[in-house]
């Protein structure tokens, strides 16, 4: 019995917006990295350990240096969360 191989393609499109609404990351990030994705932030001195809430399609929805927060804020938002590391 031979394994049936499925070939589905997604667009980058539809790749960007899988899981919008449903699911959002939590992500480590240090002090120097936070203008990158989150240009309206406040200056900070180098070497903070913050926590950060994404969208699924990596729009930034909180930063905060308390992990507790972004879960907090996640079920808020109705979004199931992974953490990435």
């Not at 070497?47 to 930063?63: K, M, Q, V």
């Amino acid at each position: 019995m031979g394994l049936k191989t499925i070939s589905t393609s997604l667009s980058k499109n539809d790749l960007a917006h899988l899981g919008a609404g449903e699911v959002g990351y939590i992500r480590k990030m240090r002090s120097e990295e936070v203008s990158r994705c989150f240009p309206e932030a406040p200056e900070m001195g180098p070497g903070i350990d913050l926590w950060a809430l994404f969208a699924a399609d990596g729009t930034p929805i909180l930063l905060t240096d308390n992990r507790s927060s972004t879960f907090f804020k996640a079920a808020e938002d109705d979004l199931r969360t992974v953490s990435l590391h």
